[in-house]
Nanobody
Framework: QVQLVESGGGMVEAGGSHRLSCSVP????????MKWYRQAPGKQRELVAG???????DYGDSIKGRFTISRDNAKNTITLEMNSLKPEDTAVYVC??????????WGRGTQVTVSS
């Protein structure tokens, strides 16, 4: 059974840095794309960053230059390094994974709160 394990949510001051991780436990799963989305109250879900197994990355416009996504294929894990955080980065961050032959999966989400 495919599960996504998210970690790293919490509270951080504006201008600070924070890190989120998401993993798909199980070496039997071939994970192609993994992404972080976020949703703030009253707003639509938006792409934060994504990375393929080949290392191709994609970033949302609002976080370009501040966030960096990386991946460890051996562990099916992605890490999102968030720098220069702003109060408007406050949201529930949700991990997504496309598992080859099985489909798309979502994590439960983790809250990131940036205080001004």
């Amino acid at each position: 059974q495919v599960q996504l394990v998210e970690s790293g949510g919490g509270m951080v001051e504006a201008g600070g840095s924070h890190r989120l991780s998401c993993s798909v436990p199980g070496s039997e799963f071939l994970v192609y794309a993994m992404k972080w989305y976020r949703q703030a109250p009253g707003k639509q879900r938006e792409l934060v960053a994504g990375i393929t197994r080949d290392g191709l990355t994609d970033y949302g416009d609002s976080i370009k230059g501040r966030f960096t996504i990386s991946r460890d294929n051996a562990k099916n894990t992605i890490t999102l390094e968030m720098n220069s955080l702003k109060p408007e980065d406050t949201a529930v961050y949700v991990c997504f994974a496309h598992v080859v032959g099985r489909g798309d999966y979502w994590g439960r989400g983790t809250q990131v709160t940036v205080s001004s």
